[in-house]
């Protein structure tokens, strides 16, 4: 059974990065994000975390802090939810 | 391309927040720090971030911007008269002119703000203000801005269209940058330490004006090589080999065979940047002692070239540079100078700046 | 005098084209997946570039007045929470910065200018002071859209790129600066003139605030 959060991570990933020619569900888990064959750099993985502080309410306080929490789909998710108050991960 | 000609500096001067060209070095020889814990966004709060503003200004936008004044009292420093007439241009060179005003029209509506928001009406406005005539050509090139003025200043006075040429850089920052700068997560919390080794990097943002005449043979110092590299290979990242770097410096090497140079670095205290600026320099200069000044000043964004500028031929005047004020061991390299060092066993010093784009830029300065 | 030969000439105007429409038109000619974060100054900047193919000892020159304005009207609309794409892209000169960087193609020397009335003739006499062999000169404005309803942005998007050296043989035109004894009166020309100029292969004699000349002759 699919992980909600993870799915609404990735359909975050499409708006926000305005991915062309890639479908949420096409993200992999456990890929890298950031260097992988999606062509993502560290302005895009900084303009996510713009996102997920807005939507979750996390505060991610560094660029090397960053690069952590989005080293993929599945970490990034685990990371959202050691920080972010469970309500906003629900809504 | 390295330039061979070598333009004499005539006169120089700036203004940082801890005051003019003699004020700041001297402060800076003592270790202070300019910079203080601000809200980023100003009166719309936000984190604490390192800002150092010059003394008396505000942060929030005004119109017109608050900052006139810090540059007209640095201005009426400079010697003659007839800036901006044919045989005397300007080159005026920044990263924002007066972009936060754009961000104070956006957020409180006031339309007085519009005048000053564009670079051109900004310009055109300051130009107007300082009494300059039409001869005033404007650079925009983020942090190696004044670099560009510089070259643009030698190369109209090798070719004979100038008697004499000013460069004027200025950056005063604002919510509309330090806004930026904190969401690519380099302006935090943390202050910065150039070239120190350690987990996590940190910058601070500061203002910053400052001005250089140049002359074909008049003046006590000599800007005798300048060098620009593009890597156009990522907006916020370098080449992981540092090749950007080395081949900025390349044609620098030869302009100082024989000399004995110090550096003054770009240093702002990202940890990426400056693990490789300090590489390529150490290489390409090898034992030569290398500093930076943004730990205390901020980085003052387009004008740090020649804020900066000011700052080592005031080195080299009083025989002392600064120590890398911000910063402790380990750091990158060995060549890093945490104290205040004597320049009298020195020929030149390279001074060197990095832009957004991978864009790099350096020069030898030294007695005429 | 300072002269050069004017060998290869591209122009994009798209007036007031939606941006949209633009990244979808022009997408194809450029690597898969880089227009995403491009501007439209920026796919037209590239496009006008690339039709000149730039060599890394060309110097490049680029001029504009209001450079990437959607971006930093995007930019100002994201506060508080500030985006880091369009703090970068709004940065001049990220035209041609997102031009150049999407194809990996470094270049020595850069100068992006920047005013209103003398920028054509100050971005002529900075590509004529280069000693590289051949100069791209550059150039263009984007649409505001509520910048421009306060007529601090272009009313229209297009770009244009030169490609200038110093021989004469094949050459379509000659721009030259040569000195005039009295400076005192000079003439403004907007980028959208001379892009107009360039477009309508018009001639172009313009005295300027350096003590300069400037004529553009066709051949």
Redesign the interface.
């Known amino acids: 059974m699919s992980d909600p959060l993870k799915t609404r991570l990735k359909q975050l990933i499409v708006t926000t990065l305005k991915l062309e020619d890639v479908t949420p569900a096409e993200l992999a888990d456990d890929e890298p994000l950031i260097g992988s064959g999606l062509n993502l750099d560290s302005i895009d993985a900084l303009e996510l975390v713009v996102t997920l502080e807005k939507e979750f309410g996390v505060k991610i306080a560094s660029s090397e802090e960053s690069r952590q929490a989005l080293a993929s789909i599945a970490h990034l998710a685990e990371f959202i939810r050691a920080r972010a108050d469970p309500a906003r991960i629900a809504g | 391309m390295s330039q061979p000609l070598a333009v004499r500096l005539q006169a120089s001067g700036c203004l940082t927040a801890l005051g003019n060209a003699v004020a700041t070095h001297s402060a800076l020889l003592r270790g202070e720090v300019a910079l203080r814990a601000r809200p980023v966004l100003g009166a719309d709060g936000g984190e604490s971030v390192p800002l150092a503003l010059v003394q008396g200004r505000g942060f929030d936008e005004t119109a017109p911007p608050n900052w006139l004044p810090a540059v007209r009292a640095l201005v009426a420093t400079l010697a003659g008269e007839g800036w901006g007439s044919a045989r005397r241009p300007v080159f005026v060179t920044s990263s924002n002119f007066g972009v936060g005003s754009l961000y104070a029209y956006r957020r409180h509506g006031d339309a007085a703000h519009l005048a000053f928001g564009t670079p051109h009406l900004c310009v055109e406005w300051l130009a107007r203000e300082l009494g300059w005539g039409a001869n005033v050509t404007t650079v925009s090139h983020a942090c190696v801005s004044a670099h560009l003025g510089l070259l643009l200043a030698t190369r109209a006075l090798e070719a004979g269209l100038a008697e004499s040429a000013l460069v004027f850089s200025f950056d005063f920052i604002s919510p509309f940058v330090t806004g930026g700068f904190n969401a690519l997560k380099i302006l935090n919390a943390g202050f910065p330490a150039p070239y120190a080794d350690r987990a996590t990097g940190s910058i601070g943002l500061g203002d910053g004006a400052a001005f250089a005449v140049l002359t074909r043979d008049t003046g006590d110092f000599s800007i005798t090589a300048q060098s620009l590299h593009n890597e156009m290979h990522h907006f916020t990242a370098n080449r992981a080999d540092g090749a950007g770097f080395a081949a900025c410096l390349e044609p620098l090497r030869g302009a100082a065979a024989g000399r004995r140079v110090w550096l003054k670095g770009h240093g702002t205290g990202t940890l990426e940047a400056g693990k490789l600026e300090s590489a390529a320099l150490t290489a390409a200069f090898p034992d030569a002692p290398l500093v930076a000044w943004k730990g205390s000043l901020g980085h003052t964004l387009g004008s740090c070239g020649l804020v900066e500028l000011a700052l080592a031929s005031e080195s080299i005047r009083s025989g002392h540079a600064p120590g890398t004020v911000g910063t402790s061991t380990p750091t990158f390299s060995p060549a890093v100078i945490v104290e205040p060092f004597s320049t009298q066993t020195t020929d030149a010093v390279v001074c060197a700046s990095n832009a957004f784009g991978g864009a790099h830029a350096a020069f030898i300065l030294s007695h005429a | 005098m300072?002269e050069r030969y004017l060998h290869a000439l591209s122009l994009c105007d798209v007036a007031d084209e939606d941006p949209a429409v633009t990244r979808e038109r022009l997408?194809d000619r450029f690597p898969?997946?880089a227009?995403?974060?491009m501007t439209q100054l920026g796919l037209l900047v590239g496009v006008a570039l690339d039709e000149l193919t730039p060599l890394a000892d060309d110097t490049v020159v680029y001029a504009s007045?209001?450079a990437e304005t959607r971006a930093?009207e995007g930019?100002?609309?994201s506060?508080?929470?500030?985006?880091?794409?369009l703090?970068?892209t709004s940065?001049?000169?990220?035209a041609v910065?997102q031009a150049?960087?999407g194809?990996?193609?470094?270049?020595?020397?850069?100068?992006?200018?920047?005013?209103?009335?003398?920028?054509v003739m100050?971005a002529v006499?900075?590509a004529l002071?280069?000693?590289?062999p051949r100069v791209l000169l550059c150039g263009g404005e984007e649409r505001g859209t509520w910048?421009l309803q306060?007529k601090?942005a272009s009313d229209r998007s297009f770009a244009f790129a030169l490609a200038l050296s110093a021989q004469s043989s094949g050459a379509i035109a000659r721009i030259s600066l040569s000195p005039i004894p009295d400076?005192t009166a000079?003439d403004e020309c907007s980028l959208h003139d001379f892009f107009s100029a360039l477009r309508e292969r018009r001639p172009l004699d313009l005295a300027g605030?350096?003590?300069?000349r400037l004529n553009l002759t066709w051949r």
């Open positions: 300072l997408k898969r997946g227009t995403r974060r007045a209001f930093l930019y100002l609309d506060f508080p929470s500030a985006s880091p794409t703090f970068q940065i001049h000169p990220s910065q150049l960087i194809r990996q193609h470094a270049i020595r020397d850069f100068f992006p200018l920047t005013g209103r009335a003398h920028l100050q006499q900075t002071l280069s000693r590289a910048l306060q601090v400076p000079v605030p350096a003590g300069l």
